[in-house]
Protein backbone atom coordinates (compact mmCIF):
# COMPACT_ATOMS: atom_id res chain seq x y z
CA UNK A 1 0.00 0.00 0.00
CA UNK A 2 1.42 3.44 -0.55
CA UNK A 3 0.04 6.21 1.25
CA UNK A 4 0.16 9.98 0.63
CA UNK A 5 1.55 12.44 3.03
CA UNK A 6 -2.01 13.10 5.58
CA UNK A 7 -4.22 10.70 4.00
CA UNK A 8 -5.59 7.68 5.16
CA UNK A 9 -6.70 5.65 2.89
CA UNK A 10 -3.64 3.85 0.76
CA UNK A 11 -3.26 2.46 -3.01
CA UNK A 12 -2.37 -0.60 -3.54
CA UNK A 13 1.03 -0.54 -5.41
CA UNK A 14 2.01 -4.34 -5.45
CA UNK A 15 -0.56 -7.84 -5.14
CA UNK A 16 -4.23 -7.25 -4.24
CA UNK A 17 -5.68 -9.52 -6.02
CA UNK A 18 -5.62 -12.51 -3.66
CA UNK A 19 -2.58 -14.72 -2.08
CA UNK A 20 -1.18 -17.13 -4.92
CA UNK A 21 2.22 -17.52 -6.88
CA UNK A 22 1.43 -15.54 -9.84
CA UNK A 23 3.23 -12.71 -11.25
CA UNK A 24 0.30 -10.32 -10.36
CA UNK A 25 -0.28 -12.24 -6.63
CA UNK A 26 1.75 -11.69 -3.62
CA UNK A 27 2.19 -14.52 -0.64
CA UNK A 28 2.52 -13.70 2.63
CA UNK A 29 5.47 -10.71 1.56
CA UNK A 30 7.40 -10.60 4.39
CA UNK A 31 10.72 -8.24 3.40
CA UNK A 32 10.52 -5.43 2.04
CA UNK A 33 13.43 -2.49 0.06
CA UNK A 34 12.61 0.23 -1.88
CA UNK A 35 15.18 0.27 -5.18
CA UNK A 36 15.33 4.15 -5.88
CA UNK A 37 17.51 3.34 -8.94
CA UNK A 38 14.40 1.13 -10.96
CA UNK A 39 11.41 3.18 -8.83
CA UNK A 40 10.62 -0.21 -7.79
CA UNK A 41 10.00 -2.68 -4.50
CA UNK A 42 11.93 -5.62 -3.98
CA UNK A 43 9.97 -8.32 -2.18
CA UNK A 44 10.73 -11.34 -0.06
CA UNK A 45 7.82 -13.14 -1.18
CA UNK A 46 7.64 -15.96 1.99
CA UNK A 47 4.97 -18.17 0.74
CA UNK A 48 6.36 -18.27 -3.00
CA UNK A 49 9.91 -18.87 -1.63
CA UNK A 50 10.97 -16.31 -4.23
CA UNK A 51 12.10 -12.82 -4.22
CA UNK A 52 10.78 -10.60 -6.54
CA UNK A 53 10.79 -7.42 -7.96
CA UNK A 54 8.12 -4.95 -8.55
CA UNK A 55 8.18 -1.94 -10.12
CA UNK A 56 5.61 0.92 -9.05
CA UNK A 57 2.89 1.07 -11.48
CA UNK A 58 3.19 -2.24 -13.31
CA UNK A 59 0.75 -5.09 -13.13
CA UNK A 60 3.69 -7.93 -12.35
CA UNK A 61 6.75 -9.11 -10.95
CA UNK A 62 9.99 -9.63 -11.94
CA UNK A 63 11.70 -12.70 -10.57
CA UNK A 64 15.37 -12.00 -9.13
CA UNK A 65 15.93 -14.91 -6.78
CA UNK A 66 14.14 -18.57 -6.63
CA UNK A 67 11.53 -19.98 -8.67
CA UNK A 68 8.70 -18.50 -10.69
CA UNK A 69 6.34 -21.04 -9.80
CA UNK A 70 7.25 -21.12 -6.54
CA UNK A 71 9.06 -23.83 -5.70
CA UNK A 72 10.89 -24.64 -2.61
CA UNK A 73 14.30 -26.11 -2.19
CA UNK A 74 17.42 -26.29 -1.29
CA UNK A 75 19.92 -25.92 -4.22
CA UNK A 76 22.00 -22.97 -4.72
CA UNK A 77 19.12 -21.63 -7.21
CA UNK A 78 16.26 -22.38 -4.77
CA UNK A 79 14.76 -20.55 -1.93
CA UNK A 80 12.42 -22.32 0.99
CA UNK A 81 10.28 -19.62 2.38
CA UNK A 82 12.70 -16.52 2.42
CA UNK A 83 11.73 -14.30 5.01
CA UNK A 84 13.92 -10.79 4.00
CA UNK A 85 16.28 -9.71 2.08
CA UNK A 86 19.50 -6.66 1.81
CA UNK A 87 21.91 -5.08 -1.11
CA UNK A 88 25.33 -4.17 -0.64
CA UNK A 89 26.75 -1.46 -2.52
CA UNK A 90 27.84 -3.43 -5.36
CA UNK A 91 24.04 -4.76 -6.23
CA UNK A 92 24.84 -8.47 -4.65
CA UNK A 93 21.67 -9.60 -2.85
CA UNK A 94 21.88 -11.59 0.67
CA UNK A 95 18.93 -13.65 1.61
CA UNK A 96 17.52 -15.19 4.95
CA UNK A 97 16.55 -18.47 3.30
CA UNK A 98 14.16 -19.03 6.53
CA UNK A 99 13.15 -22.37 5.95
CA UNK A 100 16.83 -23.37 4.81
CA UNK A 101 18.43 -22.09 8.03
CA UNK A 102 20.86 -20.54 5.83
CA UNK A 103 22.14 -17.08 4.31
CA UNK A 104 22.36 -17.12 0.36
CA UNK A 105 24.44 -15.00 -1.53
CA UNK A 106 23.58 -13.96 -4.98
CA UNK A 107 26.08 -11.77 -6.64
CA UNK A 108 24.73 -9.40 -9.02
CA UNK A 109 23.14 -10.50 -11.96
CA UNK A 110 23.16 -14.37 -11.02
CA UNK A 111 20.74 -16.95 -10.64
CA UNK A 112 22.98 -19.04 -8.51
CA UNK A 113 24.33 -17.99 -4.84
CA UNK A 114 26.33 -19.28 -2.20
CA UNK A 115 25.63 -20.19 0.92
CA UNK A 116 27.68 -17.50 3.20
CA UNK A 117 25.89 -18.66 6.82
CA UNK A 118 24.36 -21.53 8.59
CA UNK A 119 24.20 -24.53 6.62
CA UNK A 120 21.59 -25.63 3.96
CA UNK A 121 18.55 -27.69 5.86
CA UNK A 122 20.57 -28.26 9.00
CA UNK A 123 19.25 -25.93 11.96
CA UNK A 124 21.14 -25.36 15.36
CA UNK A 125 22.34 -23.38 18.04
CA UNK A 126 26.47 -23.99 17.79
CA UNK A 127 27.99 -21.22 16.31
CA UNK A 128 27.81 -20.85 12.84
CA UNK A 129 24.27 -22.44 12.83
CA UNK A 130 21.16 -21.01 12.51
CA UNK A 131 17.76 -21.81 13.33
CA UNK A 132 15.05 -20.19 11.21
CA UNK A 133 16.88 -17.00 10.39
CA UNK A 134 14.05 -14.15 9.86
CA UNK A 135 16.46 -10.62 9.05
CA UNK A 136 19.72 -9.39 8.25
CA UNK A 137 21.96 -6.26 7.80
CA UNK A 138 25.26 -5.29 6.74
CA UNK A 139 27.45 -2.73 8.40
CA UNK A 140 29.61 -0.32 6.20
CA UNK A 141 32.27 -3.46 6.40
CA UNK A 142 30.09 -5.88 4.92
CA UNK A 143 30.37 -7.54 7.72
CA UNK A 144 26.74 -9.52 8.16
CA UNK A 145 24.07 -9.97 11.34
CA UNK A 146 21.82 -12.18 10.97
CA UNK A 147 18.84 -12.32 13.22
CA UNK A 148 18.66 -15.70 14.51
CA UNK A 149 15.51 -16.24 15.90
CA UNK A 150 14.60 -19.28 17.35
CA UNK A 151 17.95 -19.52 18.39
CA UNK A 152 17.16 -15.68 20.39
CA UNK A 153 20.15 -14.11 19.17
CA UNK A 154 21.76 -12.20 16.81
CA UNK A 155 25.17 -13.69 14.92
CA UNK A 156 27.42 -11.38 13.44
CA UNK A 157 29.50 -13.29 10.74
CA UNK A 158 32.92 -11.42 9.18
CA UNK A 159 33.10 -10.15 5.98
CA UNK A 160 34.64 -13.22 3.70
Known amino acids: M ?16 GQGK ?9 GLYFD ?3 NSLVIANWGGSNIIRWILGADHWILIAGTINGDTGSTSSLL ?9 PMGNLYVADTGN ?4 LFIAG ?3 ATTIAGSTGDEGSTQGLLNNPYSLALDNQLNLYV ?9 RFSRY
Do not use: C
Open 101 to 104: HRIQ
Open 2 to 17: QYQLGEMNGTVVAGGI
Open 80 to 88: NGPYNMVFD
Open 22 to 30: GITQLFFPT
Open 36 to 38: SSS
Open 110 to 112: QKN
Open 147 to 155: ADTFNNRIQ
